[in-house]
C-alpha cells in the first residue's frame, strides 16, 4: 500500500483523550481541530516550567537525494519504538510546506508504518499556522506600501526595502515581480518579489520565540529596509506593526498535537527549510515536549551538514537545549546514488559504488562526531532491494570507522522494526551527560564563522564573495557581530553544485548574498544559486494528487 492507504485505514484515537491519557493534559489546556489534532496553550506548556527535562534525541541524515533517506519516518520509527519498550517518549517534528507537497516531495508526515497523522490533514492545511504566518509577514508588507503612498514620513528608501512578499507554494514567476502598476492610485511603482512562507523571517521568529512577549519584540525588531542615507535601518516596530502580527499568530504560537499509527503522541510546530532557513521546529514545542517525557526525539532539516548544524549553532545557542545523541540515517540506494549509480539503477546490487558513496556518510559522521561533540548512532533505513551483501559491507564500513550501524525496518514493521535502534539509542543517551560543542565561536567574526562552516564541515578550501558583501558583513559586525550565520546553499551537496556528490573537497564557497535577519537573530548567508522561492518540477507532484466524491484524496505520498 502507500503512505496515504495505509495512513487512511489506520485506527486514531481521539487527540483529546490520548493527551489525558498519556500525559494527563485536562481537555481545558487543548483547542481541538477536529477529533485528532489540536492545540495545546501555553498557559499550561507555562506550568510544566519547574518539571525536570527529558533527554533529547536529534535525528538528521546523510546529504539528500532522490532516492530518499528518511529523517521523519526514522524519527516517528524510532519513537513509537522507545514506547513499545516503556520508555516515556514524543516526536517533535516540522510541519510540512506546500510547496514541496505539490512540487517534487509529496507528503512529510512519514512513510509505511512508520507515520503522523491524520496524514492528509498535516500535509495540507492543517491548523493553518503557515497561512497564519504569510498574512502576518503580508500585512507587514502591504504596510510598508501604504505608508509609502501616505507621503512616507519614516523617508524609507523605496530601492532599499528588504522585505518581500510570500506565499507558501513553489512558484519562480513570482521571485521577482513589479508592484505599483496602473497609476498614482495604485502606490509607489517599484520592484518586489515573493519569497516561500518557510524561508520567511516570521516563520523563524515564530520557531525561535518562547513566549507572546518574546514573539512580538522579535517582531518589532524586523528591519524592512533602509531610509534614503542608505544606513539608518527601519523597523517594523516603526510601522507600528508588531501587534497586529503578533494578533494574527495568537493560536500559530500554541504547538499542534496530533498522533502517530501506533496511538504515540508527537507535536508538529513550525517548518523553516533547512536549505534556505534554520530547518529546525520550535523551540516551544521541544522545550514542552522534554517537560512532557523522559525522552524527546526530534528531527533537523535535510543533511547534518545544515539542518543539524543550525539545530546545534542556532536553535541550542539561542534556547539553551543539549542534545545527548544523534542519530544519523542512510539509506543504501542513497549511499549508491552518491557513488554514481544512476536513479533507475539503484535497486540493483552494486558494492563498489555503495563503498564509493560511503565517503558522504563518513563525512557526516565525523562532523557530528568531532565538530558538533556528539555521540552518533548510523540507522541505516532499510529498502527490501538491499541485498545481504551491501548491508554486510555497510555494517563493516561502519565498523571501521567506529560507529554503531542498526539496519532497521520501521517502514515495513512499524516500531517492532526499531526496537533495536530504539535500544542502542537508550543505552547512548542513559550512559553519558547531556553535552556538545559549538562549530564556532560566537566572537569570531561573521566572516570567520562562515569560513568555519565551510572549511570544517563542508571541506572547502575557503571562501570567497564579492567586496560589496564582504564590506557588509564588516559593517554588520559593529552590531550584529555576535548573529549566528544561517547559511543558504543547495541540501543536495556539501558544496555549492548539487550534482558533486559524495564528499567532495577543494572547492570554494561563494557567498553570493547576505540578509539580516534581525528578528529572528541571525544572518543569512546565500551560497551558490540556491532559491527563497522554489520552482515546481517539470511534472509536479500536483498531478497525480486527487479527491474523490467521497472526500477522499489520493496521489498524497
Known amino acids: 500500500m502507500s503512505d496515504i492507504e495505509i495512513a487512511q485505514q489506520a485506527t486514531m484515537r481521539p487527540i483529546i483523550a490520548l493527551a489525558k491519557e498519556h500525559y494527563n493534559i485536562d481537555a481545558e489546556h487543548l483547542d481541538p481541530h477536529g477529533h485528532y489534532k489540536a492545540k495545546l496553550s501555553l498557559e499550561y506548556i507555562n506550568s510544566l516550567a519547574d518539571k525536570p527535562d527529558g533527554k533529547l534525541i536529534l535525528v538528521t541524515a546523510i546529504s539528500p537525494t532522490p532516492a530518499g533517506e528518511g529523517k521523519t519516518t526514522t524519527t516517528v520509527g524510532l519513537g513509537d519504538a522507545m514506547n513499545r519498550m516503556g520508555k516515556k517518549t514524543i516526536m517533535c517534528l516540522r510541519e510540512p510546506s506546500l510547496g514541496p507537497c505539490f512540487g517534487v516531495k509529496g507528503g512529510a508526515a512519514g512513510g509505511g508504518y512508520a507515520q503522523v497523522v491524520p496524514m492528509e490533514d498535516i500535509n495540507l492545511h492543517f491548523t493553518g499556522d503557515f497561512h497564519a504566518i504569510g498574512v502576518a509577514h503580508n500585512l507587514l508588507s502591504a504596510l510598508i506600501d ?8 519614516l523617508d524609507i528608501d523605496p530601492r532599499r526595502i528588504q522585505w518581500k512578499r510570500v506565499v507558501d507554494m513553489n512558484d519562480r514567476a ?66 507600528n506593526a508588531q501587534g497586529a502580527m503578533a494578533a494574527l499568530l495568537k493560536d500559530a504560537i500554541n504547538p499542534n498535537l496530533v498522533q502517530t499509527l501506533e496511538n504515540n503522541i508527537a507535536i508538529i510546530h513550525g517548518g523553516p ?36 548544524e543550525k539545530f546545534i549553532d542556532i536553535k541550542c545557542r539561542m534556547s539553551g537545549l543539549t542534545p545527548s545523541a544523534v542519530v544519523l540515517v542512510a539509506t543504501i540506494r542513497a549511499l549508491k546514488f552518491h557513488g554514481g549509480v544512476d536513479k533507475d539503477d539503484l535497486n540493483q546490487e552494486n558494492l563498489v559504488a555503495l563503498e564509493q558513496g560511503f565517503v558522504n556518510l563518513e563525512r557526516h559522521y565525523h562532523n557530528i562526531t568531532q565538530h558538533y561533540g556528539l555521540p552518533c548512532v548510523v540507522c541505516i533505513n532499510h529498502f527490501t532491494f538491499d541485498s545481504d551483501a551491501e548491508i554486510a559491507l555497510l555494517q563493516q564500513q561502519c565498523a571501521a570507522l567506529g560507529a554503531t550501524c542498526i539496519v532497521s525496518k520501521h517502514w515495513a514493521n512499524g ?20 553535552g556538545f560543542t559549538y562549530v564556532y565561536d560566537e566572537n569570531l567574526s561573521l566572516w570567520e564563522k ?3 562552516i565551510a572549511t570544517k564541515l563542508y571541506g572547502a578550501t575557503g571562501v570567497t564573495a564579492s567586496a ?41 564557497l561563494e557567498i553570493r548574498e547576505l540578509k539580516l535577519a534581525n528578528g529572528a537573530g541571525f544572518i543569512v548567508a546565500i551560497a551558490g544559486d540556491i532559491m527563497t522561492m522554489p520552482g515546481l518540477p517539470k511534472v509536479p507532484a500536483a498531478e497525480r494528487i486527487d479527491i474523490d466524491d467521497n472526500g477522499k484524496i489520493t496521489g498524497l505520498f
Open 273 to 308: 527549510f533547512a536549505n534556505i532557513a534554520h530547518g529546525c521546529n520550535t523551540v516551544t514545542a521541544t522545550k514542552t515536549a522534554l517537560k512532557l517525557a523522559d525522552y524527546v526525539v526530534t528531527e533537523a532539516g535535510f543533511g547534518a551538514d545544515l539542518g543539524a
Open 450 to 452: 562562515i569560513e568555519t
Open 146 to 153: 501604504n505608508h509609502i503612498n501616505h507621503g512616507n514620513s
Open 174 to 239: 513570482l521571485r521577482n515581480i513589479v508592484v505599483g502598476m496602473g497609476g498614482a492610485a495604485n502606490g509607489y511603482l517599484r520592484e518586489d518579489g515573493y519569497d516561500i512562507v518557510v524561508a520567511s523571517e516570521v516563520m523563524a521568529i515564530l520557531c525561535l520565540a518562547t513566549n507572546r512577549a518574546d514573539l512580538k519584540k522579535r517582531l518589532g525588531r524586523i528591519i524592512i529596509g533602509y531610509k534614503s542615507d542608505r544606513i539608518t535601518p527601519v523597523y517594523a516596530s516603526d510601522l
Open 468 to 508: 560589496k558583501v564582504k564590506a557588509q558583513l564588516a559593517e554588520w559586525n559593529a552590531d550584529y557581530g555576535k548573529f549566528p550565520i544561517c547559511m543558504a546553499k543547495t541540501q543536495m551537496s556539501f558544496s555549492t553544485n548539487p550534482n558533486a556528490k559524495g564528499a567532495p573537497t577543494g572547492h570554494s
Open 415 to 434: 516500531s517492532a522494526g526499531a526496537e533495536d535502534l530504539a535500544q542502542s539509542i537508550i543505552e547512548v543517551v542513559d550512559n553519558r551527560e547531556p
